[in-house]
């Protein structure tokens, strides 16, 4: 198979892919958002067979439908879940000093069974608020209620309509956002599920099961090329006793909530944009960068294609303006953060494949059995739309903890949280969270093929370089990206003069080891 070089060119100089349909092999492509295969076999003994693609709905196009599917007694909902018997009946942990403690300068406070910030560094710590002046009080105030109820809906459906079977429940934000979503008759269906060597984690969810009295098990995932590739199956089935259908279990998890709603997006993304100026910006950069790849000049330039993915969102922007009310706006930065985040075809959030990143490739999360209430369309929509605080980028989790603040339940305000910032703007009490004892993975490409096979594609200066950063990182087992060893090469010195900075070469060599280990599970079997 052909390999698509201008989608690589993308992915080495922006650090992910910009077509939500394009994969890096000529010929083969990714369904369009809001696309349907239709299959049609007309013969199977002979395997005639015909395909036809399917679009409902343009791409943002759907942002006319807003909250359609949300119900008449919302404010109802939103009642009984702050009024929940099961969250009101529960006392907050106490805050307790340690007896060890009570001696020292530095006093240690615990509470549901971790170690908590004290409650003067608390408030010292306490961030500046940064509230938008376009928005007054009491619209600001509906849009955090309606987000809310866009949550609720999303996990009340999909409890309804799908096998859920287990929800994660961690010491951060997002699952303890979704916990408060889940509609009381499905709390006791479910068992709550947390990484076992995640001691911080594991004690506050330990915490918050026992008191509501919900169901749990610790439990140790495993991380594995394979799994990440889903060459190896995570599903689990049910058999109906009274049907012979198979139903698939879902997990229910927090995956991308402090990305979208804590507007983390901006922060951890590839590419740094958050205003349509930073493109001018990083131009330069990029031009050093994408220069130093091939030897040939039929390769798009990737800045091209970003700039014409931003005006190709822009005319989408215009085309809402023209058929909505003025307050509904496409946010067009945050609508490309979220296609990247969604649609990217390989990426390099969260450190990549090398990393075991499961944003590394978002279209397999879509064929695993989990959900996520925060991937909801109609929430999605909502919040592309719906004019958020202009600062959500420079200012992550302001907005998340106010959101916290209007709608969680007492109790849940009250248990400790690991989420630094989450807990400076919702008033949370900290949890100060102990080191993992799971080793974070680092993965190597192996089959010396896939080294034979990619080398005649790139130029002697970018591969001698950056080969050489890998060979020498390869023995680092902390993969520490300080360790400069590899500057002395004469290749890597060499790389470094092209694109300006040891970092920068670096990051090339990251990106050339994702991209092998996407190659060599794909490409050399």
Same mark, same amino acid.
Request: include cysteine; aromatic fraction near 10%; hydrophobic fraction near 35%.
């Given at each position: %198979?052909?390999?698509?070089?201008?989608?690589?060119?993308?992915?080495?100089?922006?650090?992910?892919?910009?077509? !939500?349909?394009?994969?890096?092999?000529?010929?083969?492509?990714?369904?369009?958002?809001?696309?349907?295969?239709?299959?049609?076999?007309?013969?199977?003994?002979?395997?005639?067979?015909?395909?036809?693609?399917?679009?409902?709905?343009?791409?943002?196009?759907?942002?006319?439908?807003?909250?359609?599917?949300?119900?008449?007694?919302?404010?109802?909902?939103?009642?009984?879940?702050?009024?929940?018997?099961?969250?009101?009946?529960?006392?907050? +942990?106490?805050?307790?000093?340690?007896?060890?403690?009570?001696?020292?300068?530095?006093?240690?406070?615990?509470?549901?069974?971790? *170690?908590?910030?004290?409650?003067?560094?608390?408030?010292?710590?306490?961030?500046?608020?940064?509230?938008? %002046?376009?928005?007054?009080?009491?619209?600001?105030?509906?849009?955090?209620?309606?987000?809310?109820?866009?949550?609720?809906?999303?996990?009340?459906?999909?409890?309804?309509?799908?096998?859920?079977?287990?929800?994660?429940?961690?010491?951060?934000?997002?699952?303890?956002?979704?916990?408060?979503?889940? %509609?009381?008759?499905?709390?006791?269906?479910?068992?709550?599920?947390?990484?076992?060597?995640?001691?911080?984690?594991?004690?506050?969810?330990?915490?918050?099961?026992?008191?509501?009295?919900?169901?749990?098990?610790?439990?140790?995932?495993?991380?594995?090329?394979?799994?990440?590739?889903?060459?190896?199956?995570?599903?689990?089935?049910?058999?109906?006793?009274?049907?012979?259908?198979?139903?698939?279990?879902? *997990?229910? !998890?927090?995956?991308?909530?402090?990305?979208?709603?804590?507007?983390?997006?901006?922060?951890?993304?590839?590419?740094?944009?958050?205003?349509?100026?930073?493109?001018?910006?990083?131009?330069?950069?990029?031009?050093?960068?994408?220069?130093?790849?091939?030897? !040939?000049?039929?390769?798009?330039?990737?800045? *091209?294609?970003?700039?014409?993915?931003?005006?190709?969102?822009?005319?989408?922007?215009?085309?809402?303006?023209?058929?909505?009310?003025?307050?509904?706006?496409?946010?067009?930065?945050?609508?490309? *953060?979220?296609?990247?985040?969604?649609?990217?075809?390989?990426?390099?959030?969260?450190?990549?494949?090398?990393?075991?990143?499961?944003?590394?490739? +978002?279209?397999?999360?879509?064929?695993?059995?989990?959900?996520?209430?925060?991937?909801?369309? %109609?929430?999605?929509?909502?919040?592309?739309?719906?004019?958020?605080?202009?600062?959500?980028?420079?200012?992550?989790?302001?907005?998340?903890?106010?959101?916290?603040?209007?709608?969680?339940?007492?109790?849940?305000?009250?248990?400790?949280?690991?989420?630094?910032?989450?807990?400076?703007?919702?008033?949370?009490?900290?949890?100060?969270?102990?080191?993992?004892?799971?080793?974070? +993975?680092?993965?190597?490409?192996?089959?010396?093929?896939?080294?034979?096979?990619?080398?005649?594609?790139?130029?002697?200066?970018?591969?001698?370089?950056?080969?050489?950063?890998?060979?020498?990182?390869?023995?680092?087992?902390?993969?520490?990206?300080?360790?400069?060893?590899?500057?002395?090469?004469?290749?890597?010195?060499?790389?470094?003069?092209?694109?300006?900075?040891?970092?920068?070469?670096?990051?090339?060599?990251?990106?050339?080891?994702?991209?092998?280990?996407?190659?060599?599970?794909?490409?050399?079997?």
């Amino acid at each position: %198979p052909k390999l698509n070089l201008d989608l690589m060119a993308e992915y080495f100089v922006l650090g992910t892919t910009l077509s !939500h349909t394009e994969t890096f092999v000529e010929g083969i492509h990714n369904l369009k958002p809001g696309g349907i295969l239709e299959v049609t076999v007309s013969d199977k003994i002979n395997s005639k067979w015909s395909l036809q693609n399917k679009l409902y709905t343009k791409f943002y196009g759907a942002c006319e439908h807003l909250n359609q599917r949300q119900d008449e007694d919302n404010q109802e909902h939103r009642d009984e879940i702050l009024h929940a018997e099961r969250f009101s009946q529960v006392q907050p +942990p106490p805050l307790r000093q340690s007896l060890f403690s009570f001696h020292s300068k530095k006093p240690v406070f615990y509470s549901a069974g971790v *170690q908590v910030e004290t409650p003067k560094q608390k408030k010292e710590q306490q961030l500046e608020v940064h509230p938008e %002046p376009s928005a007054s009080p009491s619209s600001s105030r509906k849009l955090y209620y309606d987000v809310f109820d866009a949550l609720r809906c999303s996990v009340r459906y999909a409890m309804r309509d799908a096998s859920i079977t287990g929800a994660a429940l961690t010491g951060g934000g997002d699952t303890r956002l979704a916990l408060a979503c889940i %509609p009381p008759e499905y709390l006791d269906k479910l068992v709550f599920q947390t990484h076992g060597k995640q001691h911080t984690d594991l004690q506050i969810a330990k915490w918050l099961t026992h008191h509501l009295q919900l169901r749990h098990r610790s439990f140790v995932p495993r991380v594995t090329m394979e799994v990440l590739h889903e060459q190896s199956s995570l599903r689990t089935i049910k058999q109906q006793e009274k049907q012979q259908a198979e139903i698939l279990e879902y *997990q229910m !998890h927090g995956r991308f909530g402090t990305e979208m709603l804590g507007f983390l997006c901006f922060d951890k993304s590839p590419i740094p944009l958050q205003t349509l100026d930073d493109i001018d910006k990083l131009t330069p950069r990029y031009n050093k960068l994408f220069q130093c790849l091939f030897d !040939h000049d039929d390769v798009q330039h990737p800045v *091209q294609t970003l700039k014409n993915v931003v005006e190709e969102m822009k005319q989408q922007q215009q085309d809402l303006q023209s058929r909505q009310h003025e307050e509904e706006n496409l946010d067009v930065c945050y609508a490309l *953060q979220m296609q990247w985040y969604t649609r990217s075809f390989l990426c390099d959030i969260y450190g990549g494949l090398r990393k075991g990143s499961w944003f590394a490739m +978002p279209y397999v999360f879509f064929t695993r059995n989990a959900y996520s209430p925060f991937l909801d369309a %109609p929430l999605l929509r909502l919040l592309l739309c719906c004019r958020l605080p202009s600062s959500k980028a420079e200012h992550p989790y302001e907005w998340y903890g106010q959101l916290y603040k209007e709608c969680m339940p007492s109790l849940l305000l009250n248990v400790p949280c690991n989420n630094k910032l989450l807990c400076r703007h919702a008033g949370i009490p900290r949890a100060i969270k102990v080191p993992q004892k799971a080793p974070i +993975p680092v993965f190597h490409p192996k089959d010396k093929k896939c080294y034979t096979l990619l080398r005649p594609l790139f130029s002697a200066t970018f591969w001698d370089g950056a080969i050489a950063i890998i060979s020498t990182t390869h023995k680092d087992d902390n993969n520490n990206n300080n360790n400069t060893s590899a500057c002395h090469y004469p290749q890597v010195q060499a790389l470094i003069r092209q694109v300006g900075s040891w970092e920068d070469a670096r990051l090339l060599s990251d990106r050339l080891m994702n991209f092998m280990l996407w190659y060599e599970s794909r490409m050399c079997d």
